[in-house]
């Protein structure tokens, strides 16, 4: 077990399925699992190994929360860097200055980011989820 921020590429590429537990991702604990699928009712329970393809083409590894709802709030998309972790979704608008250290962790400029390709690499029920992210689906982004 450990702590969701902690959570590095290489844990992501050891194993697909992350079970989690834990009120917020500050205070959130997860814990490898063997499992390489999952269905939609099990939504808030499990992370799924995400790949991202960035604007410029550069490749990064992640997670969603996949459930019966595959829309951004639901998904809650993350790439998992070396350096930290980069959301793509907030409870709370962000503020340009933490948008710009996320895009830092990513080196690179937010031009160069958006839009984001991801594809769920755990099968959902049976199907595998994909979709892109642009800068304006940012909760609150200006």
Known sequence: MKRLTELT????????VWHYSGETDETA???????????????????????FAL???????GFCSPGEEV????????????V????????DPP?????????QKLGARREDIFPVHYRCTVPIGGRY???????????GAA
């Open 71 to 82: 829309t951004l709030e639901y998904l809650q998309p993350v790439i998992v860097t070396a």
């Open 29 to 51: 604990s997860v814990r490898a699992t063997d499992r390489h699928e999952l269905s939609a009712r099990e939504a808030g329970l499990f992370l799924a190994r995400t790949q």
């Open 9 to 16: 590429p290489a844990d992501l590429e050891r194993a697909a």
């Open 129 to 139: 989820l994909t979709g892109m992210i642009h800068d304006g689906d940012l909760t």
């Open 95 to 103: 503020t340009q200055e933490s948008l710009r250290a996320q895009w």
């Open 55 to 61: 604007a410029n083409g550069a490749q990064h590894v």
């Open 84 to 91: 930290g972790p980069v959301y793509f979704w907030f409870a």
